[in-house]
């Protein structure tokens, strides 16, 4: 599920929600409890419609480099 941020107009407080993409947004500020105060920003670094990697995947199974190198050089000449 994406995570939106939120800023509210009244308070000025800032909140992360995670939400599917068809579900509403939140109607309520956590902060202050006002209604219809929210409105969604873009948080380039860490929020903002973000997404979260799950499970091993390609990068963590030795894409990086970390593993043996495949040229099979032994360091004999």
Avoid: D
């Avoid at 107009?9 to 800032?14: H, L, R, V």
């Avoid at 902060?31 to 969604?40: D, M």
């Avoid at 099979?72 to 000449?77: I, K, T």
Wanted: net charge positive.
């Amino acid at each position: 599920m994406p995570i939106y941020a939120y800023k509210c107009e009244a308070c000025s407080s800032e909140l992360e929600v995670r939400h599917g993409m068809n579900e509403a947004p939140p109607e309520t500020c956590s902060s202050c409890g006002k209604q219809n105060t929210l409105k969604r920003i873009f948080k380039p670094s860490g929020g903002g419609g973000g997404f979260i990697l799950k499970g091993g995947g390609w990068f963590s199974q030795g894409y990086t480099g970390g593993g043996q190198s495949s040229s099979g050089n032994s360091g004999e000449y």
